[in-house]
């Protein structure tokens, strides 16, 4: 089972190949929404409920984000938060993005999924992106509340049932160690059997309550590279390119291009990117002809020291991917 499908592939792989003939100096590769930041969990890992009451009462409309994804013309978003599923018109915003043919990855802590998932409908333009950090009991306590697990795994099996692709999304911090991760990720592929997992390292957001758990470079590289030892990682359907497990793995090293998974909220246009918020942009042309991208990431700015995100290093993994005809036909014959 292929964790991305072929057509897919073949529309993102056009895309960026289009600017890349072009010369487009700045292009989205996927665009992250956030409708809104208001959340039904209190992550101590996550900021984004830290933000005042007004703020977590604003919404984007369907209009803007429809807006935002034509100006940018991105083939692919992320509708991320806060919750996602308490936005009042999240499922006519899907809709609507799917009947423009755009890839739609929706963000869930999947508490109210079960609840929801009779408002959508199954597409493969569509996925559910369901979090989870891991195992029972460490992904109650990373989303600090018990019982949450077992209603994510329920709702994802739920969903599977009723002809959904879905998605996972875990974030791994200095308290897990190559078995924790080894332990989800083989739950996910094997028992549970998702189309595809996305894994992080955590950054260290400005706002989370939890400023101790977060890993550094060289943390996060040999947490990696044991946990991929004996080959482990072909085995997983990881919706990554192979160059970014590799930069995981500390096998290869990219800078940072924020500018290729931009982040659109009730603020507007984030700079530089989703997990660092140095003001905001009124349009997408605005943010990527003013914002000082060769300013951040990993040497540039403090704030970037120990980021190994998918957010600014997937799109450098890509770009070196296109750049090389065995990394071209790596990343299209292998099964992550």
């Known amino acids: 089972m292929m964790p991305i499908p072929l057509r897919q592939n073949i529309r993102i792989g056009a895309h960026l190949v289009r600017h890349r003939l072009k010369k487009t100096k700045y292009y989205p590769f996927i665009v992250e929404i956030e409708p809104l930041f208001a959340c039904n969990l209190a992550c101590p890992g996550c900021g984004k409920i830290q933000h005042p009451t007004e703020v977590l009462r604003q919404r984007l409309s369907v209009e803007d984000v429809l807006e935002a994804v034509s100006e940018s013309g991105t083939p ?10 308490l936005h009042p018109d999240i499922e006519r915003m899907v809709r609507e993005l799917v009947r423009r043919k755009v890839y739609v990855y929706l963000c869930t802590n999947a508490v109210l999924l079960s609840r929801r998932l009779d408002r959508f409908s199954p597409s493969h333009y569509f996925s559910w992106v369901v979090h989870l950090d891991g195992t029972r009991e460490r992904h109650d306590a990373a989303v600090d509340r018990a019982g949450v697990f077992d209603t994510a795994v329920a709702a994802i099996r739920e969903a599977k049932a009723k ?9 791994f911090f200095n308290t897990d160690s190559p078995k924790t991760v080894r332990d989800v990720l083989d739950f996910l592929n094997d028992d549970l059997g998702v189309d595809a997992m996305m894994i992080s390292p955590a950054y260290a957001y400005e706002k989370a309550p939890d400023q101790e758990h977060f890993l550094g470079v060289e943390q996060t590289r040999q947490l990696f590279k044991e946990a991929f030892a004996d080959k482990r990682r072909k085995k997983w359907r990881l919706n990554h390119s192979p160059l970014f497990l590799d930069f995981l793995e500390g096998k290869v090293d990219f800078q940072c291009t924020a500018w290729g998974i931009p982040s659109y909220s009730v603020f507007g246009w984030q700079r530089p990117c989703y997990l660092m918020a140095d003001g905001y942009a009124a349009s997408y042309r605005e943010l990527v002809e003013t914002t000082d991208w060769g300013a951040y990431g990993r040497g540039r700015d403090p ?14 993994a890509v770009i070196a991917s296109l750049g090389s005809l065995r990394q071209s036909l790596r990343a299209l014959m292998d099964t992550h």
Do not use: Q
């Open 76 to 85: 692919m978003v992320s509708i991320a938060g806060g919750e996602p599923l």
């Open 163 to 171: 002809g959904f692709r879905v998605t996972t999304n875990s974030t």
């Open 303 to 316: 704030r970037c020291a120990n980021c190994m995100a998918h957010c600014g290093y997937e799109p450098s």
